[in-house]
DNA sequence: CAGTGGTCTAGACCACAAG
DNA sequence: TTGTGGTCTAGACCACTGG
């Protein structure tokens, strides 16, 4: 309205999340749709939905056509976790990288291991266990499974000289992956291969990937102790 | 080119992601400009903004402004993470939910949760220490930080019948968070309250969240062995 | 059916940074 | 300096869905 003002999306959404946080507008209220918006901020309409889209992308703001925009009630809170390469994750640390192939064969897997590779029984996988170390020291080691049909080149690729974690980073595309993180009690082999004591807690992230024709890999990671993954809003 | 295209910015995305899956466009490479693209897509520029934007977004493209748009090198891998009211994650998974809390009491703050508080030395906080349950047994317990002078009302909350978690969440805005998770070994106040053998690996989240002014609270999840937590891209 | 958000367009100017 | 992405605009039509 008044001469000087300084209408970008970002003014807007920030004025916008004012008005949320001051609670001037409640949670589960309707607000004021983007038209009015726009008269009201001096800008154009697609401006506005720009703000609002990312809210809502963001989970503070539910958005429907017809009905209008509203508050979110439960805001969901949405944290974006990166999943690096491991090498990567150690070298930003400023320690020294290295990694060990422990095992590497093919061999028919487990039912738990097949069903979560949509493979049919009998079909053999590539089996790697590799430990990734950081300034000499195990930081985490990952038992993984690749399906070799959807993984070309894999069988002729050193994975001595560049782990398979950052082999398939690099040269298999993927279209989805699915995270789980929980905590498991270290047993011998653990404690063995991680140097650490039996009966550590430790973190495990279990994590498989997939293009549209194939589950491409499923690694679980087991991390030495005193590992924190760390994320902000 | 020819008739009967569909433009709209989710198909010129379904195309880039394409060419970027089958290598047509490699790691690292560049790819034809906006201007470029909308010519070759039959559609306005802002419609290729749009699409490539999101894919940046979402990590696989480089963008900087006259350099131009390249491929990620290294396609960093993003989940998001919801992070919800423990009543509703326990009740999504169609079991009872209920909470009790076993201290409240107002007390100065060690020095490690002083840092986070970001409170000065001899300031009081209330510290609670929460039990929440599914389906009666113990499913994770919350110690927590709260600062007072930040969360008006708090005082006279009934943190029986309603949690903390839930109560905070539904009554103070917050503007940002911080995440780490870790894994511990259960030691003797762990198994007690969780009902869980001493030396389980459990799964921890710490988390604060905090608005311009202060710090709001901070708070130590400790999940009953088994705990998963899960995500997709 | 009609109101709301979702999207597209053509054109314009701007901010940034590579060379 | 200049090419590239970033953004804004005014207007238009569309898709969905609540009433």
Redesign the pocket.
């Known amino acids: 309205m008044s001469a000087g003002e300084f209408?970008?999306?970002?003014?807007?959404q920030a004025e916008v999340l004012r008005r949320i946080n001051s609670r001037e507008w409640r949670p589960g209220e309707f607000?004021?749709?983007?038209?009015?918006l726009?008269v009201e901020f001096?800008?154009?309409?697609?401006?506005?939905?720009?703000?609002?889209?990312a809210l809502?992308e963001s989970g503070l703001l539910d958005?429907?056509?017809?009905?209008?925009?509203r508050v979110a009630l439960n805001p969901v809170r949405k944290a974006t976790l990166a999943i690096p390469v491991i090498r990567y994750e150690i070298e930003g640390k400023g320690q020294s990288y290295r990694h060990t192939v422990l095992s590497k064969q093919r061999a028919a897997p487990p039912a738990g291991i097949r069903a979560r590779m949509r493979t049919e029984p009998g079909v053999k996988l590539m089996h790697l266990v590799t430990l990734h170390l950081a300034d000499g020291k195990p930081y985490v080691f990952g038992d993984r499974w690749i399906n070799t049909e959807a993984v070309p080149g894999i069988e002729t690729a050193d994975l001595n000289a560049q782990s398979a974690n950052e082999w398939l980073v690099a040269n298999i595309p993927f279209e989805g992956g699915d995270f789980t993180f929980s905590a498991m009690t270290a047993g011998p082999r653990e404690a063995e291969i991680l140097a650490c004591k039996e009966g550590e807690g430790l973190f495990v992230i279990e994590r498989s990937t997939w293009n549209a024709a194939h589950v491409i890999t499923t690694v679980r990671l087991t991390f030495a102790p005193g590992y924190r993954m760390h994320t902000e809003i």
Chains 1, 2 share one sequence.
Do not use: D, F, Y
């Open positions: 209408n970008s999306w970002q003014t807007v607000i004021p749709n983007e038209a009015e726009a001096g800008c154009a309409r697609a401006t506005v939905n720009r703000a609002l889209r809502a958005r429907r056509r017809k009905a209008g925009t």
